[in-house]
């Protein structure tokens, strides 16, 4: 089984940062796209709006409001993912869960979600 371990959560005022941690741990051939989405302001928890990401390459993608403030990163031997917060703003308050693509040493490659952990930023 594929696990995904996310800390790194919390409460700040607006203006400070944050850095998320995401470990993927199991039975792991290749870690493929990782990154980071959250749940949409207002909206359902099974709807979620993509955050950042970052293939096994190098390329990244982030959500257009996020810009310039947040960083993603990965540590590949470790087969963990950062992502890194600053200038966090009220409207970022959510919760935010980890995603990992990954290709299993069994077979086949599969989506794997994290817990989720609450980012709160107060005004």
């Known amino acids: 089984q594929v696990q995904l371990v996310e800390s790194g959560g919390g409460s700040v005022q607006s203006g400070g940062s944050l850095r998320l941690s995401c470990s993927v741990s199991?039975?792991?051939?290749?870690?493929?796209?990782i990154g980071w989405y959250r749940r949409a302001p207002g909206a359902p928890e099974n709807q979620r709006e993509l955050v950042a990401t970052m293939t096994l390459l190098g390329d990244t993608n982030y959500l257009d409001s996020v810009k310039g403030r947040f960083t993603i990163s990965r540590d590949n031997p470790k087969h963990t993912a950062y992502l890194q917060m600053d200038n966090l703003e009220p409207d970022d308050t959510t919760v935010y869960y980890c995603?990992?693509?990954?290709?299993?040493?069994?077979?086949?490659?599969?989506?794997?979600w994290g817990q989720g952990t609450q980012v709160t930023v107060s005004s």
């Open positions: 199991g039975r792991i051939f290749s870690l493929n796209n």
């Open positions: 995603y990992a693509h990954v290709t299993k040493i069994s077979n086949g490659a599969y989506d794997f």
